[in-house]
Each structure stands twice: as structure tokens, then as C-alpha cells.
């Protein structure tokens, strides 16, 4: 069984930092392209940042600079740190795995930032 399971979230002001981590069970991780996305009340989910096996990243435009994506494939985890957080980083973050040669897809439960003053 195939679990993706986020942590790290919660409410920050704005300029903070958080650190988003997702650990996943049930799968060969280096055979997946990790990536992070997220979805605000009343907008679409979107890519905010992803990982592929081989190290190589990219990030939505409205994020670079600020966050980093990361990984550690002996803990089949993967991280975001998050900085300079802006009160439109408001959403709730889901960590997603998905296959780099097949069309195996996972979603991990989500979990919230909120930053406010």
C-alpha cells in the first residue's frame, strides 16, 4: 500500500519560514519525480515545486527564490523549505509521487500554511 504522508505545516507570519516534509512508503522512490503543489480556497491545485530522480528541480515562477525543493532517497522523503513566506503562499500543500515511466500517480493527505499576521 502506497502512503505519502506530509508534515510540517501551520501558521506562520509573513517573512517566516516553514519546512514541509513528506514521507513516502510503499514505492521505489528513485523511480518517481516528487513534487509539491498546493491549493488555495476558490483556485485550481498547481505545481509549486518538483524533484526529479536525478536531483534536477524546477519551480513555479511565484516561488523561485523562496522555496527549495529537496530529497533524501535513503529516507524516502522529500522537503520544502519554504522562506520569505508571503500571505498568497496561503494554502493547504499536498505531496504528490509519480512514476517517471508509468502512469502511477499518489497524493498525500495535505497539510496547511497559513501566513498572517
Known amino acids: 500500500q502506497v502512503q505519502l504522508v506530509e508534515s510540517g505545516g501551520g501558521l506562520v507570519q509573513p517573512g517566516g519560514s516553514l519546512r514541509l516534509s513528506c514521507t513516502a512508503s510503499?514505492?521505489?522512490?528513485?523511480?518517481?519525480?516528487m513534487g509539491w503543489y498546493r491549493q488555495a480556497p476558490g483556485k485550481q491545485r498547481e505545481l509549486v515545486a518538483g524533484i526529479n530522480s536525478d536531483g534536477s528541480t524546477n519551480y513555479a515562477d511565484s516561488v523561485k527564490g523562496r522555496f527549495t525543493i529537496s530529497s533524501d532517497n535513503a529516507k524516502n522523503t522529500v522537503y520544502l523549505q519554504m522562506n520569505s513566506l508571503k500571505p498568497e503562499d496561503t494554502a493547504a500543500y499536498y505531496c504528490?509521487?509519480?512514476?517517471?515511466?508509468?502512469?502511477?500517480?499518489?497524493w498525500g493527505q495535505g497539510t496547511q500554511v497559513t501566513v498572517s499576521s
Open positions: 504528490n509521487a509519480n512514476h517517471i515511466r508509468y502512469r502511477y500517480d499518489y
Open positions: 510503499g514505492i521505489i522512490f528513485s523511480r518517481y519525480v
